[in-house]
């Protein structure tokens, strides 16, 4: 399994442009979930799916927009972006059914907003 | 979620064991102990969890408390591969919506 995979690696945007980060899960979780980090703090959680075709705000969801047609697939859409969302993304999976199992996350994308 | 009490940083030789503590007094009956470690610009890794029981995997062991209000995840020979932030969660199984909450985290250092 390549477990949680997210592309791009690094990406540097101009205000005001817009783009999507890919995440994808070959481990058929149901559960998928955006969070950012930002230097010095922790994990804050943007957007989740609890499966295919659901999809719901979490912490810091503003200026963000997911989608969920599959269930390998949720991509991270920036409508517009500013420099405060210059962030490292991480994307991260769990089969979410209510076990004490575990999330398994994505190598992360480094996103800067000039 | 229950708060978690961890110290800021910890050294260790490498090929000792490095001992984590970890207080969560506030704990609930149904709240596991979960720990994550973060290796510099890496996503955060699962490393173990546990209820009540001590457990033990490939990676780590994790002993809690009796009473449960604190935990030990315990490197069991210490590599410099494990130079990371380990952060040390309270939680209920699986919530969809409930994000992780990682706190700060000791940061742990091996050295040769």
């Known amino acids: 399994n390549a477990g949680v995979t997210q592309t791009p690696k690094f990406q540097v945007l101009k205000t005001g442009q817009s783009m999507t980060l890919q995440c994808a899960q070959d481990?058929?979780?149901?559960?998928m979930s955006w969070y950012r980090q930002d230097p010095g703090m922790g994990l804050r959680l943007i957007h989740y799916s609890v499966g295919a075709g659901i999809t719901d705000q979490g912490e810091v969801p503003n200026g963000y927009n997911v989608s969920r047609s599959t269930t390998e697939d949720f991509p991270l859409r920036l409508l517009s972006a500013a420099p405060s969302q210059t962030s490292v993304y991480f994307c991260?999976?769990?089969f979410g059914d209510g076990r004490a199992d575990t999330q398994y996350f994505g190598p992360g994308t480094r996103l800067t907003v000039l | 979620d229950a708060k978690t009490t961890q110290p800021p940083s910890m050294d260790c030789a490498e090929g000792r064991a490095a001992n984590l503590p970890c207080n969560h007094s506030t704990i609930s009956g149904n709240e596991y102990v979960y720990w994550y470690r973060q290796i510099h610009s890496q996503g955060p890794q699962y490393i173990i969890h546990?209820?009540?029981n001590n457990e033990t995997n490939e990676m780590a062991s994790l002993i809690i408390t009796e009473d449960r209000k604190s935990s030990t995840l315990i490197l069991p020979h210490a590599t410099l591969r494990d130079t990371a932030v380990y952060y040390c969660i309270v939680r209920v199984g699986e919530q969809a919506g409930t994000a992780l909450i990682f706190g700060k985290g000791t940061t742990l250092s091996v050295s040769s």
């Open positions: 481990m058929n979780h149901e559960y």
């Open positions: 991260a999976s769990s």
């Open positions: 546990g209820l009540k």
